[in-house]
């Protein structure tokens, strides 16, 4: 197909599911100034209709809602994956995961040619630092790549933002790009009991305070074992009790840079690699399996440098990959030619917003195309204004418009990655069936 029947098709697309609100968003002049440094805050499993800022009721994210009065709340964020290696590398890469490779399943690495945040960076003169959980995000599987500081963390997130603030307070570095990273919220729920006491006292039922791996396995069927609607909210109360502690911890890192004199001039971007199901489609404590919205949608608060259009509120569908774009855009760097996602700020200043269409993709099989209305997901089409739960396969009378945005899911994840095989040493193995991923080799 040449460029001008592409162009048209994406136009006739456009005009079948209709673009996304032009509406500008909230208007500053001048621009935000440059950041000083960067630092992204990844909360794993991290839903985001668990911020009270997202509308969960009672809240047990305080910090996380504060931060919002100072940061620009991104109220569709799609992540690229279910699962935490194939999002952050979408994250990293700004690129689809048919294009950087990076997968669990199939034990690959992160294609060469594919730039990474951290190596932009590192090339433009910045310190490049990471405290994260390790798993996933081993440095075999090439995520590492560009940070001169790649540490594996797997205690308590508290602990882990300790580490944080004493390296800053000891090495004072001037242009930085920080990576924070905890599991705590992930699956085992490990909550500590005055959390989980706070939000689930008047349960009476049966289940432990823990939620191991091996209990939703046996919930989710390989036991059989039966769970009540009381049950089903305590395991949700033990989720929220380790989100509550990570919020307490995510509190501490604000205060934090703000005492070191950090927070006001740098760019702050909390987020999350992917949700978690709770029986929203059969299965309870897990992800990875599905691409739904409680797997893709994810929280996307970004703080600019002096709190720069503090308190927007943006409806238009962003995506991860929009991510690293927004880094370079503040640090004012030009992205490299392999990012595919779009710098997010003309879109605050009141601009269009970015594309309309998230692809994402489980590690190693299916993927979706999402846009603000409609969802195709591996042959099924769900019209997300009626069905926001998608429940209703509606491709039978919509044959047209699944065609079409199929064509579009395969334009855009074109060009399959050759990803670099790599060999997972057995420490690294226990670490990840720790995790839940029982099925790695």
Not at 44 to 55: E, I, M, Q, S
Request: aromatic letters at 8%; charged letters at 20%.
């Amino acid at each position: 197909m040449s460029d001008a029947a592409r162009r048209l098709a994406v136009a006739l697309l456009l005009a079948l599911i209709g673009a996304q609100a032009r509406a500008p968003g909230r208007r500053r002049t001048p621009p935000p100034p440059p950041a000083a440094a960067v630092v992204l805050v990844s909360i794993d499993t991290l839903r985001a209709d668990r911020l009270g800022v997202y509308g969960h009721r009672p809240s047990v994210t305080p910090a996380m809602d504060a931060l919002a009065r100072d940061a620009v709340l991104f109220r569709w964020a799609i992540a690229q994956g279910p699962s935490t290696l194939v999002s952050h590398a979408s994250m990293f890469t700004s690129a689809v995961p048919q294009h950087h490779g990076a997968s669990i399943n199939r034990h690959t690495a992160l294609v060469a040619d594919r730039p990474t945040i951290a190596e932009t960076l590192r090339a433009h003169g910045y310190r490049t630092l990471a405290f994260h959980g390790g798993g996933q995000l081993d440095a075999v599987f090439g995520m590492g790549r560009g940070f001169q500081r790649y540490q594996v963390e797997t205690g308590r997130f508290a602990v882990t933002v300790d580490k944080v603030l004493h390296f800053l307070e000891r090495a004072r570095p001037s242009r930085f790009f920080l990576f924070v990273h905890t599991y705590q919220a992930h699956h085992p729920y490990t909550p500590e009991p005055q959390d989980l006491a706070a939000l689930d006292s008047d349960y009476r039922g049966s289940l432990p305070g823990t939620i191991s791996i091996e209990l939703l396995d046996a919930i989710n069927g390989n036991q059989q074992t039966p769970i009540s609607a009381a049950d089903l909210r305590h395991v949700e109360h033990a989720y929220e009790a380790g989100v509550r502690s990570v919020d307490a911890a995510f509190g501490g890192l604000v205060l934090g840079l703000k005492r070191l004199g950090m927070y006001d001039s740098s760019l702050l971007i909390l987020t999350s690699d992917h949700g978690e199901e709770f029986f929203e489609h059969g299965k309870v404590g897990t992800h990875g399996h599905t691409l739904y919205d409680e797997l893709l949608r994810v929280p996307l608060l970004v703080k600019y440098p002096g709190s720069w259009a503090a308190g927007s509120v943006l409806d238009a569908q962003v995506r991860s990959i929009d991510i690293a774009p927004t880094v370079l855009a503040s640090l004012r760097l030009q992205a490299p030619a392999g990012f595919e996602g779009e710098d997010l700020t003309p879109y605050v200043a009141g601009g269009p917003p970015p594309p309309p269409f998230a692809v994402s993709a489980i590690d190693g099989g299916g993927s979706s195309l999402r846009t603000p209305w409609w969802k195709w997901d591996r042959g099924a089409l769900y019209d997300l204004r009626r069905d926001p739960a998608e429940r209703s396969d509606v491709s039978g009378g919509n044959a047209r418009l699944a065609t079409a945005l199929r064509l579009q899911s395969e334009r855009l994840a074109a060009v399959a990655a050759h990803a670099r095989a790599v060999t997972v040493d057995p420490a690294l193995v226990e670490r990840l069936r720790a995790l839940g991923y029982v099925d790695v080799q």
